[in-house]
């Protein structure tokens, strides 16, 4: 019996550790408002749950948990995706979800090649057989859960602008001595010059 490609690493995730996994942008640690990123992270509410501030990123494409062979075919096809040029996100909005109680940063004018970026990565989890978020793209950076209501930043910490020049597959694992959880880059691509 022959089975499709899809099919094949299916079959082999089910008999693999898994691996959970996203395609994400981190905000450059050098840049001039990533202090101000930070400051905006401690002045929240002492009854929420911060983000620490090493896993802060924006999320192009969630993957979910898969097997390392799939995770080898998402980084194939991730270095094979058309060139995208390095662009500029400028955070402007603060939301809040009391669904789910997170709070984020987002833009109101997220720049064309960011939504490329996203689409292309979106229809890479899909080549490789794995279910797809079918509601539209949201850019944002999560910066705190189970918050009990929207507060207000400081004033003097909004916009936040950064430059992206590179974008990455992230595995998301247990933090070491408990406690939370850590995301580290595991492969990264550059962005086209301008």
């Known amino acids: 019996m022959s089975y499709s490609i899809q099919t094949q690493l299916y079959l082999t995730a089910m008999k693999e550790k898994k691996q959970r996994l996203f395609f994400a942008l981190e905000p450059d640690k050098n840049s001039a408002d990533y202090p101000k990123l ?52 400028c955070l402007d909005q603060l939301g809040y979800w009391a669904r789910s109680r997170i709070l984020w940063l987002g833009t109101s004018s997220p720049p064309p090649a960011l939504q490329d970026l996203a689409s292309q990565l979106r229809d890479t989890t899909a080549a490789c057989g794995l279910p797809t978020e079918h509601r539209p793209y949201l850019p944002h950076i999560t910066l705190a859960k189970s918050v009990p209501g929207k507060p207000t930043p400081p004033v003097s910490t909004l916009p936040l602008r950064f430059h992206f020049r590179r974008f990455g597959l992230y595995i998301s694992e247990p933090a070491p001595h408990g406690g939370s959880v850590r995301y580290t880059c595991i492969a990264d691509w550059p962005l086209a010059p301008n």
């Open 38 to 89: 930070r400051q905006t992270l401690s002045g929240l509410p002492r009854n929420c749950r911060p983000v620490p501030v090493d896993n802060l990123h924006l999320t192009l494409a969630f993957v979910g948990s898969v097997a390392p062979a799939v995770r080898q075919s998402l980084e194939r096809s991730a270095a094979r995706i058309a060139p995208v040029p390095q662009f500029h996100i």
